[in-house]
Every structure is written in structure tokens, then in C-alpha cells.
T-cell receptor, first 112, second 114 residues
């Protein structure tokens, strides 16, 4: 139990469709991250929230990507007009007061 | 850009042997974290070592950190088939917004043969 759940675990979509992923930390953590991992690579940072404020976005986060954390608890990541290059594992993580980052199980996106 | 690099890229050992993986990084850090990832699954946090620590143990895991060489190692003793996974080191980067996002290498793929 990592303390972070993600839904859905798998998503298959057609190119051009919109998709939304959800991340739910089990307990309150004010610092939340999204990462993306492609095959054979380590995770790459996408965006960072402190409470409900999105404080940092990676250059990887194109304008087709949007993330929210409306009440400082769960977070959503939406990808509009998906492309085949968006196929990846999308990982959510929280940072504890001891600076450990714990990851959720991820959402695997396949764009056909 | 990736801050950390793991070495070797792949490692195959017999069950019961020890496995050592190395990680090098580029800039100064305040901690370094090791993760395990089974195929197609999420990352499992193994251990965090702070910059003022030289060695840390957790069960069969031993992590060392040499800040002068900007390197860390992960030793798994008495390996088991269940240890088969990819192992990543990760270092936090403060880009100014206080995010301390983690940067990862490509990982070491460990295969433990029963």
C-alpha cells in the first residue's frame, strides 16, 4: 500500500480522444506530483502541486495537458486530442514531510 | 535531462548471490532515493539516504552514498527470484518553485535466476 491510488489502471483510447486520469492520496499530503514514464526509461516530471496550487509545469506538459487539484486532495490529469506519442505510464506521487516520494500504481495509457 | 545514471543497465545473477547496482548523479543533492519497479507496475520506494549519511540499511538492502564522487550504490544481499525487477535511483532537483521534483536514470534491470 503506497498511500496513493490511481484510476483507471489501464486506458486504451483512439487518437484524438480526450482522457482523464485521477490520483487519490489516502491521507492528506500537501505536495503532489505527476510523472510520465515511457518504455525503458525512468519517470519524467510533469507537474507539481502544493495544496491546490499548481506551482511548476515541465516543458513536457504541452497545452494539450491540464492538471488540477481542486480541493488540495485528489488530482486529475487530462490529455486532450491524444496522440500516439502520449502512450505511456502516468504516475502520481506524494512527498512526505521527510521528503520521501511515494508513487501510486500508475495509469497505463495506450493510444491507438 | 536526466540527473542520475544507473550502472549496469542489466544484471543477471543466481538466487542467493548479492547484487550491486550503482548510481551516479551530476549536481549537489540533499537526498537520494532508490526505487524498485516490477514489470508494468508502479514504483516501490525502497530507501532514502540523506546527504549527511554515508550508509543506510533496510532488511537485505544496503545503500551507500559518496557525495564527493556523486555516486551511490544499492546492495541486495542473498537475492531471491522475487527481487527480479528494475531498480532506479532518483535525486531531487529544486528548479526554484520548491518542487524538488525527482529525476531518474534509466534503471538497472535485475534478473535473479532460481
Amino acid at each position: 500500500d503506497t498511500g496513493v491510488s490511481q484510476n483507471p489502471r489501464h486506458k486504451i483510447t483512439k487518437r484524438g480522444q480526450n482522457v482523464t486520469f485521477r490520483c487519490d492520496p489516502i491521507s492528506e499530503h500537501n505536495r503532489l506530483y505527476w510523472y510520465r514514464q515511457t518504455l525503458g526509461q525512468g519517470p519524467e516530471f510533469l507537474t507539481y502541486f502544493q495544496n491546490e496550487a499548481q506551482l511548476e509545469k515541465s516543458r513536457l506538459l504541452s497545452d494539450r495537458f491540464s492538471a488540477e487539484r481542486p480541493k488540495g486532495s485528489f488530482s486529475t490529469l487530462e490529455i486532450q486530442r491524444t496522440e500516439q506519442g502520449d502512450s505511456a505510464m502516468y504516475l502520481c506521487a506524494i512527498r512526505t514531510a521527510y521528503n520521501e516520494q511515494f508513487f501510486g500504481p500508475g495509469t497505463r495509457l495506450t493510444v491507438l | 535531462s536526466q540527473q542520475g545514471e544507473e550502472d549496469p543497465q542489466a544484471l543477471s545473477i543466481q538466487e542467493g548471490e548479492n547484487a550491486t547496482m550503482n548510481c551516479s548523479y551530476k549536481t549537489s543533492i540533499n537526498n537520494l532515493q532508490w526505487y524498485r519497479q516490477n514489470s508494468g507496475r508502479g514504483l516501490v520506494h525502497l530507501i532514502l539516504i540523506r546527504s549527511n549519511e554515508r550508509e543506510k540499511h533496510s532488511g537485505r538492502l544496503r545503500v551507500t552514498l559518496d557525495t564527493s564522487k556523486k555516486s551511490s550504490s544499492l546492495l541486495i544481499t542473498a537475492s531471491r527470484a522475487a527481487d527480479t525487477a528494475s531498480y532506479f535511483c532518483a535525486t531531487p532537483v529544486n528548479s526554484g518553485a520548491g518542487s524538488y521534483q525527482l529525476t531518474f536514470g534509466k534503471g538497472t534491470k535485475l534478473s535473479v535466476i532460481p
